[in-house]
């Protein structure tokens, strides 16, 4: 698949799919508490995405190669899952973190993004990683403008994370969104200066690192879709949708809710 650089037409849709998607999460947010179980978040998640926003939750049903559906509308990944957690009966307890992954259709175009949340009392550990996650996000946000390339935004994330003693996960990555939920180009988040694909105004991508508090190492469970850390130690994520502009960036994906972007002055 090419890469598509949007137009002005595109570009405004995408800011309103990328809104909206931001908007779910600030909706969901004071319902991630102790007792509340996935499924009655990810039911609250599609009630107010198809009810309220006129959206399509583009999870339910996807089927990328290879894949059995998928049987829900949002992701909620807990504490040693990477990514893909499907929602279930499982109650959320204090302690817990959750990565809750929204991604929206509306009028054809693509809206996505994930934010962590600390269910209760959280841990020192716990909150570090949350936090951490969060910056490397941004690091390699900051990297976006045109000339810039792939490798800078990986290089950024990587030497943060590891700097602060995490690791990052491999095997999955931001990617290209528009009319379609994935499309070229895959953005590592992890690599060196100065390689890959040069940016160019109007490509708009996720960045979206998965950073885990032990080893890089993870394995899928059986329900064909649930990533967990082999050493089942904790895995954070957090992800917004990119555009490339004429002078740097603009993250679609920011609501009114949105944690700031540590890094500003």
């Known amino acids: 698949m090419a ?3 949007k137009n002005s037409q595109d570009i405004e849709k995408m800011r309103i799919a990328g809104r909206l998607a931001g908007e779910v999460l600030d909706y969901i947010t004071p319902f991630v508490k102790p007792g509340v179980t996935t499924d009655e978040l990810d ?3 599609h009630d107010y995405m198809v009810d309220v926003q006129g959206c399509i939750p ?3 049903n996807y089927a990328p190669p290879g894949h059995r559906p998928y049987p829900k509308s949002i992701c909620t990944s807990i504490n040693h899952q990477v990514c893909h957690g499907v929602p279930s009966d499982k109650k959320l307890k204090s302690g817990d973190i959750v990565n809750l992954d929204i991604t929206t259709i509306k009028d054809g175009y693509h809206g996505d993004t994930s934010r ?3 269910v209760g009392e959280g841990t020192i550990q716990a909150k570090r990683l949350c936090d951490i996650t969060h910056e490397c996000m941004w690091r390699g946000i900051e990297q976006v403008k045109p000339g810039a390339t792939l490798g800078d935004i990986g290089h950024a ?3 943060f994370a590891e700097k602060s003693g995490y690791s990052v996960v491999r095997e999955f990555c931001g990617h290209g ?6 499309e070229d180009p895959q953005v590592l988040h992890y690599g060196k200066p100065g390689t890959g694909l040069k940016l160019q105004a109007g490509m708009i991508f996720t960045i979206e ?3 885990n508090a032990g080893k890089r190492d993870i394995r899928q469970l059986g329900d064909g879709w649930t990533i967990v850390t082999k050493d089942h130690s904790l895995s954070a994520q957090w992800e917004h949708t990119i555009l490339v502009t004429e002078t740097g960036y603009e993250v679609l ?13």
Do not use: D, R, W
């Open 58 to 60: 583009a999870p339910l």
């Open 253 to 265: 994906t920011v609501s009114a809710g949105s944690p700031p972007n540590p890094l500003a002055p």
């Open 3 to 5: 890469i598509t650089i």
């Open 209 to 211: 690192p998965m950073i």
């Open 43 to 45: 039911k609250l998640c």
């Open 177 to 182: 969104i528009g009319k379609n939920f994935h």
């Open 157 to 159: 994330i990587q030497t």
């Open 116 to 118: 962590m949340f600390i």
